[in-house]
């Protein structure tokens, strides 16, 4: 497993989007919590995270204690008070926003100031259950892998992680933007969630070429299957193969876990309207290239990705072409140099000889992840709908002893819905184990 | 245009607000420059034999993130020669002659009280207040709060000073005491011209954690401190009003404790105070809050229609009663408004835990509104009280259909009373 990254990589340039509180900043802060009783950021928050309690806590000066309430809910809190998107989940909620024109709590900011410093002191919460006997094999060492692996370890059961890459933490390592959380400190999560001990990780394992989930469901007394989206979706259109047209979701790893090899780019052009695309944008620009476009098949009202994201790449130079769709590459020495395009109109419909071309010499494809269903949905019992597979609340397939979490599961949502998932999931297939009799 | 021109006893002072006996009163240019910003009267710091202070001297109490809602120290009277207090006074007296500067001393025989009461007269005093209140240190001397708990003491401490004294002699009253109103008649009997009240009360402002020592700690140690700020007021302002209702009584009063803005100042104004002393809000912000305590003063008095500090003088007095004059047929209710409410149920958790269980969640989950059930609210204030949003709860008035009756009517009268709500 690699633990140690590039001092060069790509991502370094960043610093963090939203600065670290002060002792006095969060004081301060916590201190203006109503301490709500059936607080609605509770409710928007997926792991469900005691907030006015942690926050209370940091308040009364008790932060190791607010760190113990975050953690109890959420392993991955750390991450989480970095790269959730609060505007739209439990900050988003804060009763605050009802009165008059009271900020809302910062919510992330505080859970970030709790969970450091229970890191920066070295703090350790759990230790694993005692042993029973029972085995679980983790497929896919991303946030809900992990979450689940944790759990099922303070409940006692062996857990072996499976994991593709020969790095553990899915796209919190590789994908979300460095100005949220770098993937060394996603590392350092890693590292803190495994001290439970008792966690094997088998890492350059790709589950379903070797060995299949099939084995594993009969070597193992469950099984846990976290292995989130695949590649990005190509266009489908002429010259996609050339030089400096890429997925941006790869763009985005290699940033992350790379030195930077886009020195020289002039003009970037993302192809995509959701969060891959707008944070593609944002990570172009803060590279240092001059220019970068986003080119959107809708409108700017309509595009999926959040507002208050496409504000702040705005605020940083994006620019945008709305209701374009790319028709084909142009190059030269095998290297792209622009984007045949179309004009839509609003029913996103071609308009007639509007075909013209933008420049670029990087183009960053964010139009969508593949899914990986087919060997999951392959097993009996279970169904896919075409953009995940069906599970019940705590994560059961219908096939006895599988069960799914995060991006697999719900079809792509953040990191935080995928902690909570394999948590809920470690539940359920602790339940089983304890109802299942002995030995396997 | 308002009249704030005040007199407590004989002294006069164009407004109200007098700086208190304490460190912003310690010398001659403090109290210049705090009549420049302008302060009415100072009560110069406590003149006496010179002491020797400790460091570490204060400490403060912080709530919710508010820091020294309530203050304490463990200094004594002053630590300057007298001589150079004397000179200072006259200097003061000769640039501010419009000014009050009344001269506080505590001293131990009549012939040393007669003795710095003529000094002090000859230096300009246009007053004289008496320290029996300070609660560490010098009353272990036998001084301060160690007379102001003993009624003859203080008696005939007061009546040496009224025997020496050519200008109005005020004796500032402890609040160490069980009830202030012998005290108060004490310092009238021994003939003074008014009192001053509160000096602080004693109290451990908190500990250092980490080393188990009390606050302010001096070395190893600590000892008990004077309490006052913010926090003291509600003490303060019941011990005035108990002494301004009382009919034996019926001295003047310079009102202290806690008064930080000029609402404080109302309030002491209208249970009986005829000016008002301020330390702490001085050691926390400095002499310049004065001026927003004159103009809301001043702006409050236009808006009620008083012409003169006179008529505001004493006005919520006889609202000030026995419990057994309540009337308890009279029944209020909460009612929420749901335009303004923002769904923080801090309401539904304090009325539940901490009062009599009527306000709940909408039970159908329709609104974060919560319900108040009025069959059930005692009508008890403490949801208005938490609620965070300004004039979201009130409290209002319910026709039951009783008569008024109180206590005394109910048992002596056989006055009929409402049912009881909220006893399960
Ligand atoms: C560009 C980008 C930015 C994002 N930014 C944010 C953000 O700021 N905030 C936020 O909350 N969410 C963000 N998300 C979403 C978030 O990263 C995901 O929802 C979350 O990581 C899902 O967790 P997961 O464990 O389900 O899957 P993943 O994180 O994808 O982890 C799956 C793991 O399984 C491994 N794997 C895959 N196939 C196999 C196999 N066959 N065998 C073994 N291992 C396998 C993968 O290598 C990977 O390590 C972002 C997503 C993207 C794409
Ligand atoms: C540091 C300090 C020193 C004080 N020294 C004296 C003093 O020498 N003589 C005196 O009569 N009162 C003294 N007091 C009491 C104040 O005059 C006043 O009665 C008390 O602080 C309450 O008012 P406040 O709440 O505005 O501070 C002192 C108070 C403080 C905080």
Redesign the interface.
């Known amino acids: 497993m690699a633990t140690q990254l590039p001092d060069n990589r790509g991502e370094v340039v960043f610093e963090d989007f939203k600065p670290a509180y002060t002792d006095a900043q969060a ?2 802060e ?2 203006r919590c ?7 950021c509770i409710d928007a928050c997926p792991t469900g995270i005691d907030i006015p309690t942690f926050i209370r806590k940091i ?1 009364t000066g008790n932060v190791r204690g607010a760190a113990k309430t975050i953690f109890d809910s959420n392993i991955f809190g750390m991450s989480c008070a970095r790269v959730c998107p609060v505007e739209v989940l439990c900050v988003g909620d804060c ?2 926003n ?2 008059d024109e009271s900020p809302p709590i910062q919510i992330g900011k505080l859970q970030r100031y709790a969970t450091d410093i229970a890191y920066a002191k070295g703090e350790q919460f759990y230790e694993a259950g005692p042993d029973t006997g029972k085995r679980v094999a983790v497929v896919g060492g991303g946030p809900a892998g992990l979450a689940c692996a944790h759990r099922l370890r303070r409940f006692g059961h062996a857990v072996t992680i499976f994991e593709k890459r020969d790095v553990l933490g899915g796209l919190n390592t590789t994908g979300v933007a460095p100005y949220k959380m770098r993937a060394d400190k996603s590392l350092e999560e890693v590292d803190w969630v495994l001290a439970i001990g008792g966690i094997e990780v088998k890492t350059g394992v790709d589950v379903g070429a070797s060995p299949s989930l099939g084995e594993l469901l009969a070597d193992y007394d469950a099984v846990f299957v976290g292995i989130g989206l695949g590649p990005d979706s190509p266009l489908v259109v002429d010259g996609e193969t050339l030089d400096g047209v890429m997925g941006a979701v790869d763009f985005i790893e290699e940033m992350k876990l790379q030195p930077s090899r886009f020195g020289g780019v002039r003009h970037a052009v993302v192809v995509g309207g959701g969060n891959t695309a707008i944070d593609a944008v944002r990570e172009a620009l803060g590279l240092g290239i001059p220019e970068v476009t986003m080119l959107y098949r809708g409108t700017e009202g309509g595009m999926p990705g959040y507002a208050h994201e496409w504000k702040a790449a705005k605020v940083e130079g994006a620019r945008a072409l709305w209701q374009r769709q790319p028709v084909g590459f142009e190059g030269a020495d095998g290297k792209v140099t622009g984007i045949r395009c179309v004009r839509l109109d609003d029913r996103k419909q071609p308009v007639a000889d509007s075909e013209h071309v933008v420049h670029a010499d990087l183009v960053l494809i964010a139009i969508g992840q593949s899914r990986l269903l087919d060997q999951v949905a392959a097993l009996e019992g279970v169904r896919a709908d075409g953009r995940r597979i069906v599970a019940d609340e705590a994560g059961f397939t219908g096939h006895p002893g599988l069960y799914v979490g995060g991006d697999l599961k719900n079809g792509a949502k953040e990191v935080v819905n995928a902690v909570a998932e394999g948590r809920d999931a470690a539940v359920a297939i602790d339940a089983h184990l304890s109802t299942s009799g002995q030995g396997a | 245009m308002v009249d704030l021109t005040s007199n407590t006893g004989g002294i006069i002072s164009p407004n109200p607000f007098w700086l208190a006996s304490a460190p912003p009163a310690n010398s001659g240019d403090q109290i210049m420059r705090a009549f420049d910003h302008g302060w009415g009267g100072a009560v110069w710091k406590t003149l006496g034999s010179p002491i020797q202070n400790v460091s570490s001297r204060f400490g403060g109490l912080n709530y919710r993130g508010t820091r020294a809602i309530g203050f304490n120290n463990i200094e004594l009277i002053t630590d300057r020669p007298l001589e150079v207090n004397l000179r200072e006074i006259a200097e003061v007296k000769k640039r501010y002659p419009k000014h009050a500067v009344i001269v506080s001393l505590m001293v131990e025989t009549e012939e040393e009280w007669r003795d710095i009461i003529a000094r002090s007269i000859d230096a300009g005093a246009d007053g004289l207040e008496l320290n029996f209140g300070c609660p560490h240190g010098m009353c272990e001397r036998g001084m301060g709060s160690a007379v102001g708990q003993e009624p003859t003491v203080n008696e005939r401490i007061t009546g040496w000073a009224k025997k020496y004294s050519t200008v109005p002699v005020l004796v500032k009253l402890t609040p160490n005491v069980s009830d202030i109103v012998p005290h108060g008649l004490a310092a009238k009997r021994g003939g003074a011209d008014g009192v001053s009240l509160i000096n602080t009360i004693k109290s451990i402002i908190g500990l250092d954690l980490d080393r188990l020592v009390p606050e302010p700690r001096v070395s190893g140690l600590s000892t008990n401190g004077g309490y006052c700020g913010a926090a003291v007021k509600p003490i303060a302002l019941h011990m005035v009003a108990s002494l301004a209702r009382e009919p034996m009584f019926g001295l003047p009063i310079s009102g202290i404790g806690g008064v930080a803005n000029w609402r404080d100042a109302v309030e002491f104004l209208a249970l009986g105070s005829s000016s008002v002393q301020v330390c702490t809000e001085v050691m926390l912000r400095g002499y310049r809050v004065v001026e927003d305590m004159i103009e809301g003063l001043e702006g409050y008095m236009k808006q009620q229609g008083f012409e003169k500090l006179d008529q505001l003088v004493g006005a919520a007095v006889p609202s000030f009663s026995e419990w057994g004059n309540l009337d308890l047929n009279y029944e209020t209710v909460a009612k929420i408004d749901a335009d303004k409410c923002i769904g923080c149920h801090l309401c539904v958790v304090a009325c539940h835990d901490g009062a009599h269980q009527c306000i709940h969640p909408d039970p159908a989950g329709q609104t974060f509104v919560p319900h108040v059930d009025e069959s059930e609210c005692v009508g008890c204030n403490l949801c208005q009280i938490v609620c965070p949003v300004p004039d979201c709860i009130s409290m209002v008035e319910v026709d039951n259909g009783f008569a008024p009756a109180t206590w005394n009517e109910h048992v002596y009268e056989g006055a009929k009373l409402r049912p009881k709500k909220g006893v399960h």
């Open positions: 004081v301060t916590a201190n109503l301490y709500c009783l059936d607080a609605p308040a009763v605050y009802r009165f």
